[in-house]
């Protein structure tokens, strides 16, 4: 069954939304222009685009980026988060409004989900801005689209009227692996199906690949370890079904511990002062 769903999801793969024209504008400039980047230029590509340019502004100050003051220019948002950053949170916004959100499929409420990924995404601001912005800011798109995967495998089920199964057999394992039995149904699990898909979008590299390596950040060439043991800290502590639980936080706490012995340097007294009251108390509970 589950090579069978696989083809079936594979072909499926050929109707998921393109990228706006501005990011191919965006592209075709810069490998144009090569390192004589201008940022008036970059801002007056993006500006041809009224909605794309609401939309840029409108993230730039919100919590995900932490600024300390109101963002009212491109040319603004281009010199703080810079051009890849740009080009990476405009397709990743992107590609996350062109997708109906039903969650269903996973046993999850579709707003709650919607609101723990807006959380997610401002955990990465609330962590790293101060210890690491330049990290911080670079994982705001990975975080906008890091539960694509559970959406788009979501709508592939309904629409193939697996989704009540596909329940049924989450329950059984009370949804401790979704990997397990995504794989049973569709062939692959959602993390490695959207890096796939990453790397068809022609997302840049380094993003697709701190994605790709989430579950194994220790295996991610050196130009990756940080980030991609960074957004699995966030993908333990956020797991759809248990997020902050203790267990997975202490789980992250271990990925911490464990990037250190790979080169990899986080503050883990910052790390956990950002975490809930409750569960910094039960931690430091423990401790004692």
Request: charge should be negative; aromatic fraction near 10%; charged fraction near 25%.
């Amino acid at each position: 069954m589950a090579s069978d769903m696989n083809e079936i999801l594979l072909q499926s793969v050929e109707v998921l939304p393109s990228l706006p024209d501005t990011i191919s504008k965006l592209r075709k400039y810069i490998e144009e222009s090569r390192s004589n980047l201008e940022i008036n230029k970059i801002a007056d590509i993006i500006s041809s685009d009224p909605l794309m340019t609401t939309k840029l502004l409108r993230l730039a100050n919100s919590p995900f980026y932490g600024f300390s003051r109101e963002i009212t220019s491109l040319n603004q948002v281009v010199s703080l988060l810079g051009i890849g950053n740009i080009i990476n949170t405009i397709m990743a916004d992107s590609i996350r409004d062109n997708f109906k959100i039903d969650v269903s499929p996973y046993g999850l409420n579709t707003k709650d989900f919607i609101n723990k990924c807006s959380e997610e995404t401002a955990f990465i601001t609330d962590w790293l801005n101060e210890e690491d912005k330049k990290l911080s800011h670079f994982l705001v798109p990975c975080a906008l689209i890091l539960r694509l995967g559970i959406v788009i495998f979501s709508n592939f089920l309904i629409q193939n009227n697996k989704d009540a199964e596909f329940l049924e057999h989450l329950k059984k394992i009370d949804f401790r692996d979704l990997s397990l039995i995504e794989n049973e149904f569709l062939g692959v699990d959602h993390i490695s199906f959207l890096g796939f898909l990453l790397h068809r979008w022609n997302f840049d590299d380094i993003l697709t690949e701190t994605i790709c390596f989430i579950r194994s950040p220790h295996a991610a060439r050196n130009e990756v370890k940080k980030s991609a043991y960074a957004l699995a800290v966030l993908d333990h502590l956020f797991m759809p079904h248990r997020n902050f639980s203790v267990f997975n936080v202490k789980a992250s706490i271990a990925l911490i511990e464990e990037a250190k012995t790979q080169g990899v340097k986080f503050n883990l007294d910052n790390f956990i002062s950002k975490l809930p009251k409750q569960i910094r108390e039960e931690i430091e509970k423990e401790k004692k």
